[in-house]
């Protein structure tokens, strides 16, 4: 699986966007850039995912630059609650052993009053 | 709607004794992953199932750990005997199965092996 990069922490002020990047300079072009994040003493919770173009949800908007080397995920007006370590990862499509995810260290974003 | 349950949520036991994890997946999804969590060694996949039948458990780390699907809407990870070095957070984890399906995480159980 593709590795990917990630900075070890962000701030941000509530009620600003929260910009966090990843680079997956190696991806391949079948495979999927996917964000899921944990807060403490939670479960990862699934973000959103994408292959080239890029996405929106309720939740969040992934942006993937051309190249597909890289990628910023975009919390729109960060809450407190969104204080959290972030993951991106890269992962194949298809099933078998292609279904498990591969998890980094990630970011630990902070979102400050 | 329910998410992944799992029981129980904390679990505190001495070494050498048996331990058992549950997980009820989410109705539907046919993919099941048992992960745990360290501070040093972070998120790593055990162990996945679909349809019940175990598919990759290249994550387990010895013969004491075991896991098993009886069914769709069951699964338990045992640790047998517990060691001080199996503490740590596992969580189960399920999905839909097909192509890009995302995963679906419990709060999982802590537990902790004196």
């Known amino acids: 699986d593709a590795k990917t990069t990630q900075p070890t922490s962000m701030d941000c002020a509530e009620g600003r966007a929260a910009n966090l990047p990843c680079n997956h300079s190696?991806?391949?072009?079948?495979?999927?850039v996917y964000w899921y994040r944990q807060i403490h003493s939670q479960g990862p919770q699934y973000i959103i995912h994408?292959?080239?173009n890029n996405e929106t949800n309720e939740m969040a908007s992934l942006i993937i630059t051309e190249d597909r080397k890289s990628s910023t995920l975009i919390l729109p007006h960060a809450t407190l609650r969104d204080t959290a370590v972030y993951y991106c990862i890269v992962r194949p499509p298809g099933g078998g052993s292609n279904y498990k995810l591969t998890f980094g260290k990630g970011t630990l974003l902070t979102v400050n009053p | 709607d329910a998410g992944v349950i799992q029981s129980p949520r904390h679990e505190v036991t001495e070494m050498g004794q048996e331990v058992t994890l549950r997980c009820k997946p989410i109705?539907?999804?046919?993919?099941l992953f048992w992960y745990r969590q360290t501070m040093m060694r972070g998120l790593e996949l055990l162990i996945y199932?679909?349809?019940?039948?175990?598919?990759?458990d290249s994550g387990m780390p010895e013969d004491r750990f075991s896991a098993k699907m009886p069914n769709a809407s069951f699964s338990t990870l045992k640790i047998q005997p517990s060691e001080p070095r199996d503490s740590a957070v596992y969580f189960c984890?399920?999905?839909?199965?097909?192509?890009?399906?995302?995963?679906?995480f419990g709060n999982g159980t802590r537990l902790t092996v004196t």
């Open positions: 994408g292959l080239k």
């Open positions: 984890a399920s999905s839909l199965g097909q192509d890009n399906s995302p995963l679906h």
């Open positions: 190696t991806i391949s072009g079948n495979e999927y």
């Open positions: 109705s539907g999804h046919n993919s």
């Open positions: 199932f679909n349809n019940n039948v175990p598919i990759d």
